[in-house]
């Protein structure tokens, strides 16, 4: 088991800091046994509020970074020869279910289609994991959850869950915190005073503005919290905002040139 399966103390907890009822309703989908999926933009905090929930639900956690290569054997298990035997080793998916783990599956899209095939029979009331290979099926225990994410910023035709497989799902929608929540997060995960903190913020919500036009994606919460890391070590604010809120957005240097512009507009 990778983690303790006792709560942990509150001051222990990883730090999230609730914007809503998202906590709540966690909490709920675990006791109920419901399989949920987290929708929002990259670096809002939806990993870091699976992490802070298994931890306070006392849980072990199995995250999984989906991607283009992911296929169900790689979530169920597979033969493995080891010493001249073959040996079956569980993927993290069955260790979560034999464990009665949480496994939390980050950006399901971009996995290849057959993973949500296995995600199924675990999503209704059956909660079964049917291990062909190996002749088991799998019941998953009471502590056993699901939890799927992906940016709906980033969905096409090729890359999106269909309704069949959404509708299985309790859904909350993530996205970045309002400024009054979002400064003392950026303040307490860098060590950068609030006050330092909030021009950081406003532009943050300045180049946010922009998604759609000149860029893909805005500031991430996550990008806000390295900037202010790099300030708070002694770097200039000017060379920090540089490197971690202007050239992750934009290879363009007429792009770059802009965003450089709206800091400056925007600092004074």
């Not at 291990?131 to 969905?155: C, H, I, K």
């Not at 860098?190 to 021009?199: H, I, Q």
């Not at 390295?226 to 770097?235: D, E, F, K, N, Q």
């Amino acid at each position: 088991m990778p983690d303790s399966a006792m709560p942990i103390p509150p001051s222990s907890l990883p730090y999230y800091q609730p914007v809503a009822d998202e906590c709540a309703l966690f909490e709920h989908a675990f006791r109920h046994r419901l399989p949920l999926l987290l929708k929002g933009p990259t670096g809002c905090g939806k990993t870091r509020f699976v992490a802070h929930m298994a931890a306070r639900l006392g849980r072990p956690l199995y995250t999984v970074s989906c991607h283009d290569d992911l296929t169900a054997a790689d979530l169920t298990g597979r033969y493995l020869l080891k010493g001249g035997d073959t040996v079956w080793a569980d993927g993290p998916l069955t260790r979560a279910v034999r464990e009665g783990a949480i496994c939390y599956l980050d950006e399901v899209v971009e996995a290849r289609k057959d993973v949500t095939v296995v995600l199924h029979p675990l999503t209704d009331d059956r909660r079964i994991l049917p291990l062909d290979r190996t002749g088991e099926t799998l019941e998953a225990p009471q502590d056993f959850m699901l939890v799927v994410s992906y940016n709906p910023g980033y969905q096409n035709v090729l890359k999106a869950l269909k309704p069949s497989t959404r509708q299985r799902f309790l859904a909350v929608e993530f996205d970045f915190p309002k400024a009054d929540q979002e400064i003392p997060i950026v303040a307490g995960e860098s060590g950068l005073p609030e006050a330092r903190v909030v021009p950081l913020v406003r532009l943050a919500n300045a180049l946010r503005a922009l998604k759609g036009q000149d860029l893909e994606e805005g500031v991430s919460t996550r990008l806000l919290i390295y900037c202010a890391t790099l300030i708070r070590s002694g770097m200039k604010p000017e060379r920090a905002i540089r490197a971690a809120l202007i050239e992750p957005l934009t290879d363009d240097p007429d792009i770059r040139a802009g965003l450089l512009r709206v800091a400056e507009i925007t600092l004074g």
